[in-house]
């Protein structure tokens, strides 16, 4: 495996020396490390007319999913692909594996279905509300986990999630418990949404503008300082970058992205379950990032479409283990397929283009 | 008086299993730097193997006890050699997502055999009845959890401090490069190592088996607390992921007796402790310098 094979997740390390990343910086062993070209990037440099192409074949698919699938599917393809980026925002460009992002994603689910339930507003609206109280909830989170990284930042955002389920769990008057949430409305100034193909295009433009400003994020000098964070903390810290800050900022970022993704979930499903919040979700989350190729942000979409359409199939077809077949991506995709389904693509491009040396 | 003693009791046996599971992932991850996820999956297969054993083949407590450990860990070593050993070349990350889907597929297996109801196991009858304490009585089998899982840890903490396997060992984890430049074999005790951590986590199940619930998820909850005990305690460090076990079982104890009309108390003190370390010494209690990651 080459070094330049595994964008977003560190190349692979010579045995000696500390592992770069950890916390309180170690300053030898992380230096001259060359960065690992992402996905994304690498589809930046390719012409101007494939990346139009893709986008507007990309458009073209979202504009047509509910007609291919059932739209509740799409739907739920739309939530989870938006929560998806949001988890690559960290992982591919920010090189921090959340394994909590339930954490928000259910807050926003819960706090989406409370507003919807006793305020009456907008899904829209509501939505937000549910973002916000997600992102508000990162910054704590966020203040404390980035004081770790790597595989304990991996491990206080799964702590921090269980807390937060802990506490949805027993906060039963709000939450009803184990009852979930019932009726969660899709109010939109009287229109009649109740049918899930008309609900999909209500919510696609709300999906988008997520994903724009997940690629803006990305494409922004803000996004190149988190990427020089990734691939070299102690330079970036050298440089004068507030490193705790920025990385602080992406969480917190992340953290309303799958807010959103996870208060459309609530609307779309018109019910909110504990499973939001549990750490399955946030595994879930994760592999469908790995599966779509990390640091490349479209290719969590395509990940997001995978795993949705294939554990509907699976429960359509009344195949009881989803747990077995979730597990069995995952070991797989970690063994033989981590570069991911873009992440592939995207280097089989370069190299017939030869763009491999830079 | 004594029921603040029955508690802090309580309290050490609630941490003994968070001790030998800290342990187990703590020698792991010196010598792999691999985060095994799958550390709570195999002390529900201990669990669930002594009960299959007992169910099934009528075999009793005592042998399952030997028996669950030696079979978990020499599955554990057929595991690194086949996977986990590839994998350690790469981020640790990798290691982590593949034990995270390993645990997915083991629940389910276990889940779509037996179900999800709880299964009974009785306490031997050697270790019913309880002890008089003079202050307070104790149950026996509680007693022999406590001083089982202390002698353990001592032996451990023996093993690694006094012998010259620990000695190689120790300083494979601190120094691999140096370690191989004297002429000796580190890889040869990777390993084992990594089997012995298993077997520590089946040995935790098999002893939970006659006091809590028997279920195919009894690990995944459980293992995401052991995770925030080893931030507390600093992974890198083996005392004090046993320290901080032993110390946070004892907190939710008597955060359960004193505080019982909130029952999130007990439940969640451990992730506001984990808070309070990260804010105060980010590498851990008795983390000395930040362990690679």
Not at chain 1, 132 to 157: E, S
Not at chain 1, 344 to 355: E, N, P, S, Y
Not at chain 2, 161 to 173: E, L, N, P, S, Y
């Amino acid at each position: 495996m080459s070094t330049s094979s595994e964008p977003g997740l560190r190349a692979p390390q010579p045995p000696t020396g500390p592992a770069p990343g950890s916390a309180v910086d170690t300053p030898a062993g992380q230096a001259a490390r060359p960065a690992p070209p992402s996905g994304l990037l690498t589809v930046a440099r390719a012409p101007g007319w494939v990346r139009y192409a893709l986008l507007a074949a990309g458009l073209l698919a979202a504009l047509w999913l509910p007609n291919g699938l059932y739209p509740a599917v799409a739907v739920d393809i739309l939530c989870w692909a938006l929560f998806a980026v949001s988890v690559d925002l960290l992982l591919g460009f920010t090189g921090l594996m959340s394994f909590g992002h339930a954490a928000f994603w259910g807050t926003s689910a819960y706090v989406t279905g409370l507003v919807a339930i006793h305020a009456g507003l907008p899904f829209p609206l509501a939505v937000l509300a549910g973002a916000l109280a997600a992102a508000l909830l990162a910054v704590p989170i966020g203040y404390l986990a980035v004081k770790r990284t790597g595989i304990y930042f991996a491990m206080v955002t799964l702590a921090f999630a269980q807390l937060v389920y802990y506490v949805a769990n027993e906060w039963r008057s709000v939450t009803q418990g184990e009852n979930g949430l019932q009726g969660v409305p899709r109010e939109f100034f009287g229109l009649d949404l109740t049918d899930d193909y008309y609900f999909y295009y209500a919510v696609l433009p709300i999906v988008l503008l997520g994903l724009a400003a997940a690629w803006r994020i990305v494409h922004s000098p803000f996004g190149r300082v988190l990427v020089g964070i990734r691939d070299n903390p102690a330079r970036a810290r050298a440089l004068g970058y507030p490193v705790h800050r920025y990385k602080l900022t992406a969480f917190v970022l992340s953290g309303f992205l799958a807010g959103l993704g996870g208060g459309l979930f609530a609307v779309g499903h018109r019910f909110v379950s504990l499973d939001v919040l549990h750490w399955t979700t946030s595994g879930k989350a994760v592999i469908v990032v790995v599966l779509g190729g990390i640091g490349t942000l479209w290719g969590g979409v395509l990940g997001a479409a995978l795993v949705v359409r294939l554990e509907d199939w699976l429960s359509f077809s009344g195949f009881e283990a989803i747990g077995l077949v979730t597990g069995g991506i995952f070991v797989l995709v970690v063994l033989l397929f981590r570069r991911g389904i873009w992440g592939t693509v995207a280097h089989w491009a370069l190299r017939r283009q030869g763009l491999r040396r830079r | 008086m004594s029921g603040f003693l029955q508690n802090t009791f309580n309290g050490l046996v609630g941490g003994a299993f968070y001790a030998l599971l800290a342990l187990g992932l703590a020698v792991i991850f010196g010598m792999l730097r691999v985060v095994n996820f799958a550390h709570g999956a195999f002390y529900m297969l201990g669990a669930f193997g002594a009960y299959v054993l007992l169910a099934e083949a009528g075999v009793p407590f005592w042998a399952a006890l030997v028996i669950m450990p030696l079979a978990l860990g020499l599955l554990g070593m057929a595991l690194e050699r086949a996977v986990i050993h590839r994998l350690a070349r790469l981020d640790p990350l990798y290691n982590f997502l593949f034990t995270f889907g390993l645990t997915l597929i083991l629940q389910d297996l276990v889940k779509s055999r037996y179900g999800v109801q709880s299964s009974p196991y009785a306490t031997p009858a050697e270790l019913s009845g309880t002890v008089d304490f003079g202050l307070f009585d104790f149950p026996t089998y509680r007693v022999f959890i406590l001083g089982f899982t202390v002698l353990l840890c001592v032996a451990v903490w023996w093993v690694l401090g006094r012998t010259r396997i620990g000695t190689v060992v120790r300083a494979a984890t601190e120094r691999p490069e140096l370690t191989r430049a004297f002429g000796i074999d580190v890889g040869r005790w990777v390993t084992p190592v990594f089997g012995f951590g298993i077997a520590l986590a089946g040995l935790a199940g098999v002893l939970a088996a006659p006091m809590r619930a028997v279920n195919p998820l009894m690990g995944a909850d459980l293992i995401i607390v052991v995770f925030a005990v080893v931030v507390i305690g600093g992974l890198g460090s083996i005392f004090g992921s046993v320290a901080a076990g032993f110390g946070i079982g004892l907190v939710q104890a008597w955060g359960e007796a004193y505080l019982s009309d909130f029952p999130i108390v007990s439940q969640t003190v451990v992730f506001v402790v984990m808070a309070a370390v990260l804010l105060w010494r980010p590498a851990g209690l008795f983390g000395r310098e930040e362990a690679p990651a």
